[in-house]
């Protein structure tokens, strides 16, 4: 098993070292081709803008058709900006990999970032949480299974192979949730 993550910009070393504590061979995505051979695909987090341009065309492309065939993806913050289907009052394209409107940077501005502990459903209790500029889900469709919950906002949730949180789990040491995306999502 190889997992990719989506190197553009933002928590990409981040993610490797997590998903390398996992004991899982890991490879930087930059290019299309690069995609080829993976299990499973982590979307970090960074400024969803930002990564939206550096991966138009071929790569872009590539990664819609992935979206599309069910392929295992993981989307923290700005990760799951891209993999939601609609973001509120946005008009930057996305991946549509999972039935979830977003609201960008709705935890606040870079100062009202934070920490907190979450209950976690199927993971656990007082699992790890850093929210950065964090966009919150405001819909989810029919078949999306809301996970996680923060003052009354979904911050993480899952829909076939499709996995995405609002915070940032590779800012901790907790291996929870990238250990739940291996095994659950790209085992299914």
Do not use: C, W
């Given at each position: 098993?190889?997992?990719?993550?989506?190197?553009?910009?933002?928590?990409?070393?981040?993610?490797?070292?997590?998903?390398?504590?996992?004991?899982?061979?890991?490879?930087?995505?930059?290019?299309?081709?690069?995609?080829?051979?993976?299990?499973?695909?982590?979307?970090?987090?960074?400024?969803?803008?930002?990564?939206?341009?550096?991966?138009?065309?071929?790569?872009?492309?590539?990664?819609?058709?992935?979206?599309?065939?069910?392929?295992?993806?993981?989307?923290t913050c700005a990760g799951m900006i891209l993999l939601a289907k609609a973001v509120?009052?946005?008009?930057?394209?996305?991946?549509?990999?999972?039935?979830?409107?977003?609201?960008?940077?709705?935890?606040?501005?870079?100062?009202?970032?934070?920490?907190?502990?979450?209950?976690?459903?199927?993971?656990?209790?007082?699992?790890?949480?850093?929210?950065?500029?964090?966009?919150?889900i405001t819909h989810t469709g029919p078949n999306v299974v809301p996970m996680a919950?923060?003052?009354?906002?979904v911050v993480m949730a899952r829909e076939g192979k499709v996995l995405v949180t609002?915070?940032?789990?590779?800012?901790?040491?907790?291996?929870?949730?990238?250990?739940?995306?291996?095994?659950?999502?790209?085992?299914?």
């Open positions: 098993m190889t997992i990719g993550v989506l190197g553009l910009q933002g928590a990409v070393r981040e993610h490797l070292t997590s998903l390398s504590r996992l004991g899982i061979p890991t490879r930087v995505v930059k290019r299309a081709a690069e995609l080829k051979g993976l299990d499973g695909l982590v979307l970090p987090g960074g400024e969803s803008t930002t990564m939206t341009r550096l991966a138009a065309g071929e790569l872009f492309t590539r990664l819609q058709e992935l979206a599309l065939s069910g392929f295992p993806m993981f989307g509120d009052g946005g008009r930057a394209a996305t991946l549509a990999a999972i039935d979830i409107a977003v609201t960008r940077n709705a935890s606040g501005r870079q100062v009202d970032s934070f920490e907190t502990r979450l209950e976690v459903d199927t993971i656990g209790a007082d699992v790890p949480a850093v929210f950065i500029r964090a966009p919150y919950v923060h003052e009354g906002s609002s915070f940032h789990p590779e800012l901790t040491d907790d291996l929870r949730v990238h250990r739940y995306f291996v095994e659950t999502m790209v085992t299914l």
